[in-house]
């Protein structure tokens, strides 16, 4: 991955950066799978942090509810990447007092998308870091402690002429991202020490 302005720098300038408008050309020629056989730097990046609300408009409006990162959680990765779309596992951990709201399953090791940028479609002001958890939750986990090893780049983040246009994109990233994953050089990352029950790296 070529980074020639990392995430953080375009920050830096207080302005929203164009992004460009996601063609029919590029939606439907879209790779089934990314990157190399295994991780390459800057990847594995590892993040962590208390799961924050955004807007909540992935849940209603997209059907894909994202767990936000807070700003200075997101430094690890903004400072060595650019914007975009990339895959990688989380994990929820319990806060110690509020055990009781979640359940087992949901507390495991989980393939996740993550979209990091400006939004364009829904042109927010600031850079956010929100990752989707390919995984059904019996409740939310906002206040909880998410930790993330990020593993790849899938896409740039695009502006949409419509949100269907950009629903079929998130769907099409998802597919991406499990397929990606499905590779020994990035599913032994599921028992990465960092996560809680995971095992020594292999
Ligand atoms: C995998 C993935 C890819 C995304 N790609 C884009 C994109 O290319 N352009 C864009 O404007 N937003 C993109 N989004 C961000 C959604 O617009 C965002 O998740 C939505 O606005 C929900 O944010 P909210 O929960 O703060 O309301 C993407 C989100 C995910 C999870």
Redesign the pocket.
Known sequence: MSVTETAAQVASKDERPAAPLATDTFRHSRPAIVGPDAPEPPFPIVLSGTVQR?????GKD?G?P?A?LPDESILPMSSVTRTG?YFGYAQISPEKDSKALLQEQDCQVLPM???LGW????KNERM?A?I?IMHEFASDFYGHEMKAIVLGYIRA????VSREA?IE??ET?KRVALKSLARPGYEKFRADPLFDGGHSRL
């Open positions: 955004g807007f909540g408009r992935g997209l894909c994202t936000n779309v998308v993550m979209s939004n364009p479609f829904y956010t929100e989707h983040e695009l502006d949409y950009l994109d998130i990233d």
